[in-house]
Protein backbone atom coordinates (compact mmCIF):
# COMPACT_ATOMS: atom_id res chain seq x y z
CA UNK A 1 0.00 0.00 0.00
CA UNK A 2 1.21 3.28 -0.82
CA UNK A 3 0.85 6.82 0.37
CA UNK A 4 -2.15 7.46 -2.29
CA UNK A 5 -4.19 6.02 0.17
CA UNK A 6 -3.68 8.22 3.19
CA UNK A 7 -3.93 10.85 0.88
CA UNK A 8 -6.91 10.17 -0.52
CA UNK A 9 -8.89 9.39 2.29
CA UNK A 10 -7.00 11.97 4.83
CA UNK A 11 -10.27 12.85 6.64
CA UNK A 12 -10.44 9.61 7.79
CA UNK A 13 -6.61 9.56 8.71
CA UNK A 14 -6.41 12.43 10.35
CA UNK A 15 -7.74 10.73 13.61
CA UNK A 16 -5.01 8.03 13.62
CA UNK A 17 -2.19 10.65 13.21
CA UNK A 18 -3.62 12.61 16.29
CA UNK A 19 -3.59 9.77 18.64
CA UNK A 20 -0.45 8.60 17.67
CA UNK A 21 1.11 12.46 17.18
CA UNK A 22 -1.26 14.17 20.04
CA UNK A 23 0.85 17.92 19.45
CA UNK A 24 -0.35 18.09 15.72
CA UNK A 25 -3.05 20.82 16.11
CA UNK A 26 -6.62 20.41 13.62
CA UNK A 27 -4.70 23.36 12.15
CA UNK A 28 -1.83 21.31 11.48
CA UNK A 29 -3.96 19.14 10.63
CA UNK A 30 -5.96 21.00 8.01
CA UNK A 31 -2.83 22.52 6.58
CA UNK A 32 -1.00 18.83 5.67
CA UNK A 33 -4.50 17.97 3.84
CA UNK A 34 -2.28 14.22 3.18
CA UNK A 35 0.84 15.44 1.91
CA UNK A 36 3.22 13.56 3.44
CA UNK A 37 6.55 15.52 3.23
CA UNK A 38 4.66 18.23 4.83
CA UNK A 39 3.52 15.79 7.93
CA UNK A 40 6.83 15.00 8.28
CA UNK A 41 7.89 18.54 8.56
CA UNK A 42 5.20 19.01 11.37
CA UNK A 43 5.94 16.34 13.20
CA UNK A 44 10.14 17.64 13.06
CA UNK A 45 8.52 20.88 14.28
CA UNK A 46 6.34 19.72 17.14
CA UNK A 47 8.53 16.64 18.70
CA UNK A 48 12.01 18.52 17.73
CA UNK A 49 13.07 15.29 15.83
CA UNK A 50 15.85 15.09 12.99
CA UNK A 51 13.96 14.84 9.40
CA UNK A 52 15.43 11.08 9.21
CA UNK A 53 13.62 9.99 12.36
CA UNK A 54 9.95 11.52 11.69
CA UNK A 55 10.63 10.02 8.55
CA UNK A 56 10.87 6.78 10.33
CA UNK A 57 8.16 7.09 12.78
CA UNK A 58 5.80 7.80 9.70
CA UNK A 59 7.18 4.64 8.15
CA UNK A 60 6.53 2.46 11.39
CA UNK A 61 3.17 4.03 11.77
CA UNK A 62 2.34 3.49 8.31
CA UNK A 63 2.98 -0.24 8.58
CA UNK A 64 0.75 -0.78 11.52
CA UNK A 65 -2.17 0.48 9.92
CA UNK A 66 -5.19 -2.00 8.98
CA UNK A 67 -6.69 -1.55 5.74
Known amino acids: MDW ?10 KGKIKEQWGKL ?4 LDQIAGKR ?12 LEKDRARQDID ?8
Open 4 to 13: DRVEGNWKQF
Open 25 to 28: TDDD
Open 37 to 48: DQLEGKIQERYG
Open 60 to 67: DWFGRQTW
